[in-house]
Each structure stands twice: as structure tokens, then as C-alpha cells.
């Protein structure tokens, strides 16, 4: 037997509402803000109808606050910023869309939606890009730390240097040679060091074999 599909049994507060924008944001300086547009989507396969409501009615003009929309449709509501003052800045207002089901009351879905106004749009972008430059300072800092200790740690595993062994065979050999004033030696006497030469190259085989112990 062939099943009919059943609709889903809708729950008050439930059902997901689709909005966009999320978030208005006014500018004092740019009367084009000043209109803003919402976009209510129905992807269901029932129609819709919805409210608008909002914290601070009196600041705002919205244009068609409630009506309907047809099964995978959209409609755009406009919200006009009607009292724009300085007093108004940065304070945080907020809408709420509620969608239910032509033939019900209640609510079954509910959606915020924040709206801010601000004094400047070119003070805004300013500081979202100094804020931006802030953070790939930051991820640049990070980066370059991440990479020299896995340089280290490269260096670390992979042993002692070609250099470093090569340093403590010349300092070996400096202390085998023969010192100044010694006359019983075959070696010739260029090569005789003082004493203070081989004072230093001691002290470089110390350094050199504090660094081998510690890789």
C-alpha cells in the first residue's frame, strides 16, 4: 500500500525560522542605512504567517509588521530608523519574528533579529580593520613562534651540527699540539700554541660538549 506523507506535528516554539539579515546596523552619517530590509523565507511546504515585534516600537517604522508567505517563498519586510540621535548610540535593540501556521495562533517559531545604531560608517570600517590588522599581527606573532620551535625541535632531534663536531676536532687537536717552549717535538714549531690558545680552545670544547649533552 502506498503511505501518505504526514505533516510534521508542529511544536510551539519549534520550528526554525530563516532570517536575513541577523543583525541591523545604522549609521548616524549615512541616511542610506537608514532604511534597512529583512528577508523571511518559508522553505516549508505550508504557508506562513508572521509578526514583527520589537523592544523599542517607538524608534522604529516597520513596514507590513505582520502577513503572510506562501510555501517556499520570501518576503521583505522594511524597517525604517526613525529617531536617529546621539543619545541612541551603540544601544542594542531587538526584533522578534514569530511565524506560525495560517490556520493556528500560537507561535510555532521565533527568530531575534539585533539592530544597532552607530555614529559613522568610515569610524566603523577604521576600526574593523584595525581590529583586522591587530589580529594577523597576532597570527603572524604566532606563526613564526609555532615555526622556530619546530626548528629547534627538528634541530634537537636530529643530533649535533656538522659545525659543532667539526669545532670540537680543532679544539681537540689545538690541545694535542705542542706548547710553546717544548724543544724535544717533531712538530714544527708554527704550530706550537701559547698557552693562552689553548686555554681558549678548552674553554670552546666546554661550550661544545654542553651543547651535544643538551641534543
Known amino acids: 500500500m502506498q503511505q501518505h506523507k504526514r505533516q510534521p ?3 510551539e516554539g519549534n520550528l526554525p525560522v530563516f532570517v536575513f539579515p541577523t543583525e541591523l546596523i545604522f549609521y548616524a552619517d549615512d541616511q542610506s542605512t537608514h532604511k534597512q530590509v529583512l528577508t523571511l523565507y518559508n522553505p516549508y511546504e505550508f504557508a506562513l504567517k508572521f509578526k514583527v515585534l520589537c523592544t523599542t516600537p517607538n524608534k522604529y517604522a516597520v513596514v507590513d509588521a505582520a502577513g503572510a508567505v506562501k510555501p517556499q517563498c520570501c518576503v521583505d519586510i522594511v524597517i525604517r530608523h526613525r ?3 546621539a543619545c541612541h548610540y551603540g544601544v542594542i535593540d ?3 519574528l514569530q511565524v506560525s501556521e495560517q490556520s ?3 507561535a510555532f517559531g521565533r527568530k531575534e533579529v539585533i539592530a544597532t545604531l552607530l555614529p ?4 566603523q570600517q577604521q ?3 584595525e581590529e583586522k590588522r591587530i589580529k594577523e599581527h597576532l597570527a603572524e606573532s604566532v606563526f613564526f613562534e609555532q615555526t622556530l620551535c619546530q ?3 627538528r634541530t634537537a632531534s636530529a643530533g649535533p651540527s656538522l659545525l659543532t663536531v667539526f669545532l670540537g676536532i680543532v679544539c681537540i687537536a689545538a690541545l694535542m699540539l705542542p706548547t710553546l717552549g717544548e724543544v724535544e717535538s717533531l712538530v714544527p714549531l708554527y704550530l706550537h700554541l701559547s698557552v693562552n690558545q ?3 680552545a678548552a674553554y670552546v670544547l666546554g661550550l661544545i660538549t654542553m651543547v651535544i649533552l643538551r641534543t
Do not use: T
Not at 559613522?120 to 569610524?123: D, N, Q
Open 83 to 85: 529617531d536617529v540621535r
Open 104 to 106: 493556528q495562533r500560537k
Open 120 to 123: 559613522s560608517a568610515k569610524e
Open 127 to 129: 576600526k574593523e580593520e
Open 198 to 200: 689553548k686555554l681558549v
Open 9 to 11: 506535528e508542529l511544536v
Open 151 to 153: 626548528q629547534e625541535n
Open 94 to 96: 531587538r526584533f522578534r
